[in-house]
T-cell receptor
Framework: KNQVEQSPQSLIILEGKNCTLQCNYTVSPFSNLRWYKQDTGRGPVSLTIMTFSENTKSNGRYTATLDADTKQSSLHITASQLSDSASYICVVPGDNQGGKLIFGQGTELSVKP | GAGVSQSPSNKVTEKGKDVELRCDPISGHTALYWYRQSLGQGLEFLIYFQGNSAPDKSGLPSDRFSAERTGGSVSTLTIQRTQQEDSAVYLC????????????FGPGTRLTVT
């Protein structure tokens, strides 16, 4: 069964600290993996899209890694800010056309002052 | 428009009534997607369109749910004979094409069935 699992379910960190969120997937065939940020009451916003040939991709203070062999990805947030408080969702297409996305349950990150 | 828009933003309806949710994708985007996010749950794929056709309808929860897209632009998600378990936020997204292209999400429609 195609699945995307994330850990931890929730995380509380102090402003300025770093953190790493994990994503494991069992989707096959694999084409790409996406990380989204969803603020409360808003739609998700894309942070990165990584294909199977990419190991690392950065977007400002966000760095995503991908190991297609072990089917694991991580999202590292550097020097966290209060505005980073949100749900971070790992997503993998579940079909060859890339239209049917399979979402992880998300990691709820709370950055405290 | 600047982004994906959805209407209404909030909808309260009585159990058994039909509802229509609307999505206006970003101009020029050929792919359009519908998702559902129930309270405390992750996003659930419902259906996507490439142009006006829907290659995969397997995510629709029941035959009470239907969606259409006309003119390769606006899409409507219809829920007939609503049930309380239909209460959720319904999100629409669009992308230039499917495959690896980034999806842009709308703000969602919060549906409450009483």
């Amino acid at each position: 069964k195609n699945q995307v699992e994330q850990s931890p379910q929730s995380l509380i960190i102090l402003e300025g600290k770093n953190c790493t969120l994990q994503c494991n997937y069992t989707v096959s065939p694999f084409s790409n993996l996406r990380w989204y940020k969803q603020d409360t009451g808003r739609g998700p916003v894309s942070l990165t899209i990584m294909t199977f040939s990419e190991n690392t991709k950065s977007n400002g203070r966000y760095t995503a890694t991908l190991d297609a062999d072990t089917k694991q990805s991580s999202l590292h947030i550097t020097a966290s800010q209060l505005s980073d408080s949100a749900s971070y969702i790992c997503v993998v297409p579940g079909d060859n056309q890339g239209g049917k996305l399979i979402f992880g349950q998300g990691t709820e990150l709370s950055v405290k002052p | 428009g600047a982004g994906v828009s959805q209407s209404p933003s909030n909808k309260v309806t009585e159990k058994g009534k039909d509802v229509e949710l609307r999505c206006d994708p970003i101009s020029g985007h050929t792919a359009l997607y519908w998702y559902r996010q129930s309270l405390g749950q992750g996003l659930e794929f419902l259906i996507y369109f490439q142009g006006n056709s829907a290659p995969d309808k397997s995510g629709l929860p029941s035959d009470r749910f239907s969606a259409e897209r006309t003119g390769g632009s606006v899409s409507t998600l219809t829920i007939q004979r609503t049930q309380q378990e239909d209460s959720a936020v319904y999100l629409c997204a669009s992308s230039l094409f499917t495959h690896s292209y980034e999806q842009y999400f709308g703000p969602g429609t919060r549906l409450t069935v009483t």
